[in-house]
C-alpha cells in the first residue's frame, strides 16, 4: 500500500546480531502495530502503539523492543537475534481503535536469523 | 479472552467450485469482524468486514454475514478463479479498544 513501507524488504542476520526493522506511514494514522507471520499461527501481535512515545506489548513481545519518536515512523528491534525469530513482520496501521476500524498493512519484511 | 478459530486448510477447489471457509469467534462484547485477504508476497488487504449481528460485508464476489447466534462468520464465494488463491484470515475487533484479533489463516488454491 502506498501510504505504509517497511524496509528493508529481506535480511539475513547472524544469531546475536541486534536488527531494527522500520515501517513508515504517510496517512497521519495514530496507531500503529507490528505482527509476525508464521506457519501454523497466523498472525500474532508483538507490539503496538497509539501515539507517539506510547506503546504497548502483544502476545509474542519477549526479545522485542519498539520505539515510535514520531507519528510516522515505528521501528521493531530485535536487541540478539534469535533463529526463533526467523518470521515475515508485518507493520499496519489505523486511523483508531473504534470497532469498525480496519487496518492498513506494509507489504512485510522476511528476516531470516542464521 | 477473544479468539477467531478457521478451518485448517489448504483448501484445494477446481475454478468456479463454491468456496466456504468457515470461521468461528469468542468475544466478551458484540464484536466487529473482518476478513483479509493475503496474495502471494503480498501484505494482507482487507475483503470485507461486518460490523453488528446479520450484517453482510461483500466485495469482489466474496460474502459473509454475521451470524451471532452461533458466533460465525463464514465467508462464501459462488464461483471462484485462478486469481482467488491466497491465503485467507478472519479477524474481530471487540468494544474494549483493543487490537484486532486474527485466525490462523485458510490457505486457498484454485486449479484450472
Known amino acids: 500500500d502506498a501510504g505504509i513501507t517497511q524496509s528493508p524488504r529481506h535480511k539475513v542476520t547472524e544469531t546475536g546480531t541486534p536488527v531494527t526493522l522500520r515501517c513508515h506511514q504517510t496517512?497521519?494514522?495514530?496507531?500503529m502495530y507490528w505482527y509476525r507471520q508464521d506457519p501454523g499461527h497466523g498472525l500474532r501481535l508483538i507490539h503496538y502503539s497509539y501515539g507517539v512515545k506510547d506503546t504497548d506489548k502483544g502476545e509474542v513481545s519477549d526479545g522485542y523492543s519498539v520505539s515510535r519518536s514520531k507519528t510516522e515512523d515505528f521501528l521493531l528491534t530485535l536487541e540478539s537475534a534469535t533463529s526463533s525469530q526467523t518470521s515475515v513482520y508485518f507493520c499496519a496501521i489505523s486511523e483508531s481503535q473504534r470497532q469498525g476500524d480496519g487496518y492498513t498493512f506494509g507489504s512485510g519484511t522476511r528476516l531470516t536469523v542464521v | 479472552g477473544n479468539s477467531v478459530t478457521q478451518m485448517e486448510g489448504p483448501v484445494t477447489l477446481s475454478e468456479e467450485a463454491f468456496l466456504t471457509i468457515n470461521c468461528t469467534y469468542t468475544?466478551?462484547?458484540?464484536?466487529?469482524l473482518f476478513w483479509y485477504v493475503q496474495y502471494p508476497g503480498e501484505g494482507l488487504q482487507l475483503l470485507l468486514k461486518?460490523?453488528?449481528?446479520?450484517d453482510k460485508g461483500s466485495n469482489k464476489g466474496f460474502e459473509a454475514t454475521y451470524r451471532k447466534e452461533t458466533t460465525s462468520f463464514h465467508l462464501e464465494k459462488g464461483s471462484v478463479q485462478v486469481s482467488d488463491s491466497a491465503v485467507y484470515f478472519c479477524a474481530l475487533s471487540d468494544s474494549g479498544n483493543t487490537p484486532l484479533v486474527f485466525g490462523k489463516g485458510t490457505r486457498l488454491s484454485v486449479i484450472a
Open positions: 468475544a466478551t462484547g458484540y464484536p466487529s
Open positions: 461486518a460490523t453488528k449481528a446479520d
Open positions: 496517512e497521519n494514522h495514530r496507531y
